[in-house]
């Protein structure tokens, strides 16, 4: 009751303000919220890339805001459920949603009839650039070429780890086509099971960002031949890109924050403002470089929803890729 009672007070003040001319940030700061414990759905399993970087987002949030704000795990459908359950919750503003762009494909598959137009997006705290293909090191592969030559050799034989319908599976579909080879494209799991399977050799290549499998590349078990930016990455500046290597595949993945449809955008205006100071944090900035060798980037409300727009007509373009 005290919730709502706040979510209409809120909506009469967001009314006054903007008859009063005000915008923007000095929007955001009219409303009381919040007055409650916030949570951060993340909608996989605790300890991966995902998992962390909502986690490091949360601490600094709770600072900024003065109220706890915590990262609740619902794993299930590739991020469909929790995705679910935060659409389901009330739009008061103490639920919401960290996920990224597996979220369009999961549209495209059929995992979920649902996309990021189904929720009040905010913004993003990461665009993740780091991704890689790796192999295990003892599998005589050490380039994207050899990885090419022996999947040409053994066409549907290599296998190629993703989460079908998934980011990764797209886009090991798109350089099949681009390039004339036949992967293998196996579901393999999150990230966790990809390199546990990699390690065991049960599984040819990992695609996943760089971070996710950081420790087998530093203890020598993993070989990352490929990184999928347009240029090498400072954080791990031995990892040639493919572009380097005479293939034209690059891939990007924002994750962002997004509340339940109906969110007053009060909150969600001081939510993308708090995520922006954030963002600026020195201690946030050197933590995610550590643990996940990517570098922060905001991405504010409009501009976020014109990059997902922009990302999801790409997607529809190619819908045959990830659907065949």
Not at 61 to 66: A, K
Not at 87 to 110: A, E, I, Q, R
Not at 205 to 213: E, F, K, L, Q, S
Request: some cysteine; glycine content about 8%.
């Amino acid at each position: 009751m005290k919730r709502r009672l706040a979510a209409a007070l809120l909506t009469l003040a967001a009314i006054a303000t903007g008859a009063a001319g005000i915008g923007g940030s000095a929007f955001a700061e009219e409303t009381n919220w919040p007055e409650d414990d916030i949570t951060i759905v993340v909608p996989f399993k605790a300890g991966g890339d995902t998992d962390f970087h909502a986690r490091n987002l949360a601490s600094y949030l709770g600072e900024i805001l003065d109220v706890n704000v915590v990262v609740e795990n619902v794993d299930g459908a590739n991020g469909s459920t929790g995705m679910l359950q935060v659409m389901d919750s009330d739009p008061d503003g103490y639920t919401c949603l960290f996920f990224h762009d597996s979220m369009l494909t999961n549209k495209l598959v059929g995992t979920c009839e649902y996309n990021y137009s189904d929720l009040d997006v905010c913004a993003a705290t990461i665009v993740d650039n780091s991704y890689v293909l790796a192999v295990n090191s003892g599998s005589g592969m050490s380039t994207l070429d050899d990885v090419v030559t022996k999947a040409k050799e053994n066409p549907g034989n290599l296998l190629y780890a993703s989460s079908v319908g998934a980011y990764s599976y797209y886009l090991g579909r798109k350089f099949e086509v681009e390039n004339d080879v036949d992967f293998n494209i196996v579901d393999a799991g999150g990230g966790t099971d990809r390199n546990a399977a990699l390690l065991a050799n049960t599984i040819d290549t990992n695609c996943n960002p760089y971070g996710v499998m950081k420790s087998y590349f530093d203890s020598g078990d993993f070989t990352a031949v490929a990184c999928l930016a347009d240029e090498r990455n400072p954080l791990f500046p031995d990892v040639p890109t493919a572009k380097e290597q005479g293939y034209d595949w690059v891939a990007e993945r924002n994750y962002f924050l997004s509340f339940p449809a109906g969110t007053d955008e009060a909150i969600v205006a001081k939510m993308e403002e708090a995520i922006k100071e954030v963002c600026a944090n020195e201690e946030f900035i050197k933590a995610t470089e550590d643990a996940y060798c990517v570098t922060p980037t905001f991405v504010g409300t409009e501009d976020l929803k014109a990059k997902l727009d922009a990302e999801f007509a790409d997607f529809t373009a190619n819908e045959n890729l990830i659907t065949n």
